[in-house]
């Protein structure tokens, strides 16, 4: 499937899970891909350059059915794919500085959440406490 760039491809794998397959091929391997959530496994820690002076970002998502996508992107986009990628988890907001260094990390169960500042994150921990974790957004982060 082609995506018109990195932010849409991520998106769709993250909210709306893997691109559909034919229904004969669905149908022999018994799973239904409405059912599959996928979930960030690795991410770029910095925007790099490369030799020629392109920035570089890149991302690996990773779904319940074991399928895998790499999503890579340059330039300016690479830009915007970090910022997607490392977007608070509590707010969206997208990081205030292009540094992983400036960003707040938690891990909870098991899974990694980005938050642009301790208050976020401490919200984003009481809240769940509070309301429980949904299965549903176990793999989001």
């Given amino acids: 499937m082609h995506y018109p760039d990195s932010i849409t491809a991520l998106q769709q794998l993250l909210f709306s899970g893997p691109p559909p397959t034919s229904a004969s091929a669905e149908e022999e391997s018994g799973i239904d891909k409405k059912n599959i959530h996928c979930f960030i496994t690795k991410k770029s820690q910095n925007i790099s350059n490369m030799r020629n002076g392109v920035k570089y ?16 992107a340059f330039g300016n986009e690479a830009i915007d794919l970090y910022k997607e990628i490392y977007k608070c988890s509590m707010c969206g907001m997208p990081p205030k500085e292009l540094e992983k260094s400036t960003l707040v990390e938690e891990r909870i169960d098991g899974t990694s959440y980005s938050f642009d500042n301790n208050g976020c994150a401490l919200i984003f921990k009481k809240l769940r406490s509070v309301m429980g974790e949904d299965k549903e957004e176990e793999h989001t982060a």
Avoid: H, K
């Avoid at 970002?57 to 319940?64: A, K």
């Fill in 57 to 72: 970002c890149s991302v690996e998502v990773s779904c319940d059915d074991g399928s895998q996508y790499g999503i890579q």
